[in-house]
């Protein structure tokens, strides 16, 4: 027999003031697997999460842990009752204790058990000596491993983390988010991570729920829905994106850089054909020639130099298309700094570009 998941949402809803917060929203988190809740401020995020932890009750839908109901219409286990650990982005440490009493706060243990946990946990963080040292005297780093240590002390079958990390510089951030997800991944804990922050998603979770209105427009493996986005604002969401827009003739889309396959899409409605700036492939201008066109990268198209600029690891060139005015932008790793006015051709991969029909009611 199939052991139920950890963390189970079947249809779950909240609405205030009428409008649907979190909508119809199901998902399963096994032990061990990290779920990430992604999407923008106000996409109904947190208030899943609050739901999970119990503080918030939804309107409709269940929650259940290894099988059982925790939350329904009628049920309601309480917050304290339900087994689950919680980290949120302001650390709420409790100034008036010591480093060793806040993460002894959740332990219902022996004294002398609880101070074996505490040391335990102190060691595991790289804080064995901070023991009685109170917050205020913790960089923030070392306040976001004391928050860790605590969350997990009670050895919690699931942990709740909304934006945990956004109060840390990006060199830390890196630093204690890959040290929380060894703790978590070996504790066997089952993961679910709020944030708005793609980086940190594809960083992190083993399942992407990307959120949108209070639905779940998309979920899978960050490879998967970085690589197959449900639509337009799916891709731009996780990198920024060229949009190059087309009106179908005959299953065809023109475009500057040759026709686009668009099958199973009416006649004369607009698609947009959406390619990353590191998939856009430049070549040199041949006294106003371009390389010939290929399978893989189809026809080139003239466009001329706005700017470039080096960004570190790689180089941003943003152009001026000669066939209509509009702009793209390209991505090259390492220095590419041609001067403005420069002409060059671009050709894009047709294996890496996404067709979507325009979404008239998402764009107003």
Not at 79 to 86: A, S, T
Not at 165 to 175: C, Y
Not at 188 to 194: D, I, N, P
Not at 299 to 317: F, H, K, N, W
Request: glycine letters at 10%; aromatic letters at 6%; charged letters at 25%.
């Amino acid at each position: 027999m199939t052991a139920p998941p950890r963390l189970e949402l079947r249809h779950v809803s909240r609405r205030f003031g009428g409008v649907n917060v979190v909508d119809d929203v199901s998902l399963t988190i096994a032990p061990g697997q990290v779920t990430c809740l992604l999407g923008p401020s106000g996409c109904g995020k947190s208030t899943t999460l609050r739901i999970v932890a119990g503080v918030d009750r939804q309107d409709s839908g269940e929650v259940r842990v290894d099988g059982l109901l925790l939350s329904d219409d009628t049920r309601h286990v309480p917050p304290e009752e339900r087994g689950i650990g919680l980290m949120f982005q302001d650390f709420a440490l409790f100034p008036h204790l010591s480093v060793a009493e806040n993460v002894a706060f959740g332990l219902r243990g022996t004294r002398a058990r609880n101070a074996a946990r505490v040391a335990e946990l102190l060691e595991r963080v790289n804080l064995p000596d901070f023991g009685s040292k109170y917050p205020h005297q913790l960089s923030g780093g070392e306040q976001q491993r004391v928050a860790l240590a605590r969350a997990l002390a009670p050895r919690p079958r699931i942990m709740l983390m909304d934006e945990p990390f956004s109060g840390l510089d990006e060199r830390l951030r890196d630093e204690i988010r890959d040290a929380t997800l060894d703790l978590l991944k070996e504790a066997g804990t089952a993961v679910l991570l709020v944030t708005h922050e793609p980086d940190e998603a594809m960083r992190m979770a083993d399942e992407i729920a990307l959120m949108r209105h209070g639905r779940i427009v998309q979920q899978g493996a960050p490879y998967n829905i970085y690589n197959n986005p449900v639509d337009r604002a799916a891709a731009g969401f996780f990198s920024d994106i060229n949009v190059i827009r087309g009106r179908v003739r005959g299953a065809l889309t023109a475009t500057p850089f040759g026709d686009f396959l668009t099958p199973g899409v009416p006649d004369g409605s607009e698609v947009d054909i959406i390619i990353r700036p590191q998939h856009l492939r430049i070549d040199f201008d041949r006294a106003g020639r371009g390389p010939n066109p290929t399978p893989q990268d189809g026809q080139a198209a003239r466009a001329s130099v706005l700017r470039a600029r080096y960004m570190g690891r790689e180089s941003l060139v943003e152009f001026r298309m000669d066939h209509d005015g509009s702009q793209l932008r390209a991505t090259v790793p390492g220095v590419f700094l041609p001067r403005a006015g420069t002409a060059l051709w671009l050709m894009i991969r047709r294996d890496r570009c996404f067709v979507f029909p325009v979404d008239r009611a998402a764009a107003e």
